[in-house]
């Protein structure tokens, strides 16, 4: 993908047996659209769990020839959305059809002088036929793919330096004899600036995964490409801080915007669409595992940069209209145990209950009294604890927010642990603790 440009280009090489290839190829894609429309009965959904765009009869596909190249168009007839797409081979004196077929497209290359060349298909999207097949021409001959490669890898190099303004940071340089850490450090950074967008209204930049909203050339919301999950954020909030510590106090503000402090739990916003322009409203929930994402997030950034701006700026809630700081929504998540049963065996342990849909990526029997919820919470509590010291907040509530902490630890070792016996090295039996996942 060109930086910042709706633009696919994918490259495939092609080895003949003799002098002369014929590739043959169906086209039945890719399609574009604006997913679960209300006014359009028949649109499709596209978020997370829902299937894609399938209903080939709802799109109209054509092709036109502009500048001697044949381009396959996909028209949505629900949404303003059109991709052009079109092939081109480094063959010399290589020919190219697209013609339609069954709601989709046979392409036929040939490539007469050589036994081997390389086909190069690109897909552009825009809010109009013409808008699209310009985008496509701009990004249509020899040496695209290189030059579309060559335009990350300087966004990849410029991320580590820090004399490069194009990010507000940089990332740290890794050194280390070990390969297997080099590679690792090289796939998540790279998998961390290729995240970036540019040309969201929301910030001037935005780091997304590719679920939900909204990839609409003409910013619809509903169209997968633009999804931020909280809890996928909290993984890298580290990394973003360093990077680029001008974003995380954007998404600071836009959760505590977003909060619902009426409710017990308090509700928090998991998914949300990164393209519209902030502060925008967004529905909460009370997804487990979101309390202590959210909590990671804003202590990362805290912690990182000393900014305890985030901590004390009031912000508007667009749920009930009062303002709030920073500090009031970490209160609220770090206490949230509060707000939910407690476990037989003690007043500390929050039992979640049995509803997978409170924590889906963890294993079937993963439910109830969860000891991985319950550590978190006494570490939300002691990071809480030590922003409060930063702020000068009152020793009762720190000696308090302590004290909680380590009785919650004392009780899932004690709860949440069996004693079994084990054989060392010289045959002695030693006692040592297995932890189970949940008791009830």
């Known amino acids: 993908m060109p930086v910042d440009e709706r633009v696919i280009v994918q490259k495939t090489s092609i080895t003949g047996a003799r002098l002369g290839t014929v590739t043959s190829m169906f086209w039945d894609g890719p399609f574009f659209r604006t997913c679960d429309d209300g006014v359009a009965a028949d649109s499709s959904g596209c978020g997370w769990g ?74 552009a999207v825009g809010g109009t036929s013409d808008a699209a097949t310009a985008l496509l021409l701009t990004h249509t001959g020899p040496g695209t793919f290189c030059q579309a490669c060559d335009e990350w890898e300087s966004r990849y190099v410029n991320s580590f330096d820090p004399l490069e303004d194009f990010f507000e940071g940089n990332l740290p340089t890794l050194t280390t004899s070990s390969t297997e850490l080099t590679n690792l450090y090289t796939w998540s950074t790279a998998a961390q600036v290729s995240l970036l967008r540019t040309n969201y209204p929301s910030s001037p930049h935005q780091y997304v995964i590719s679920e939900g909203p909204s990839n609409s050339p003409t910013g619809e919301t509903g169209m997968g490409g633009a999804g931020q999950f909280i809890w996928d954020l909290s993984f890298s909030a580290g990394m973003l801080t360093l990077l680029d510590p001008a974003f995380p106090p954007i998404i600071i503000k836009h959760m505590i915007a977003n909060a619902d402090f ?128 930063m702020l000068g907040a009152a020793e009762q509530e720190i000696e308090t927010l302590e004290q909680t902490a380590e009785a919650i630890m004392r009780d899932v070792v004690k709860y949440q642990a069996r004693e079994v016996s084990r054989r060392d090295e010289s045959g002695a039996t030693r006692a040592a603790r297995r932890f189970r996942f949940k008791v009830r």
């Open 262 to 389: 009426t409710s017990r739990p308090i509700g928090l916003i998991q998914a949300w669409d990164a393209y519209p322009a902030y502060p925008n409203t967004v529905g909460p929930g009370q997804y487990c595992f979101d309390y202590v994402a959210s909590f990671l997030f804003v202590k990362s950034y805290v912690t990182m940069t000393g900014d305890v701006d985030v901590l004390t700026e009031r912000v508007v809630n667009n749920h009930d209209g009062e303002s709030y700081t920073g500090v009031e929504f970490l209160r609220r998540i770090a206490n949230n145990y509060e707000d939910y049963p407690r476990s037989a065996q003690s007043p500390f342990l929050v039992d979640y209950g049995d509803d997978k849909r409170n924590f889906l990526e963890a294993a079937p029997s993963y439910t109830n009294v969860i000891a991985g919820l319950q550590v978190g919470n006494a570490g939300m509590m002691k990071s809480l604890a030590g922003l409060l010291q």
């Open 50 to 123: 829902l299937t894609l765009p399938t209903d080939k009869a709802s799109f109209d596909i054509t092709v036109s020839v502009v500048n001697g190249t044949a381009v396959a168009l996909v028209a949505d007839t629900l949404t303003a959305a059109v991709s052009a797409t079109t092939l081109t081979s480094d063959c010399p004196s290589s020919t190219t059809t697209i013609e339609p077929e069954s709601q989709g497209f046979r392409v036929i290359s040939s490539c007469p002088t050589a036994t081997s060349h390389s086909l190069t298909q690109t897909t």
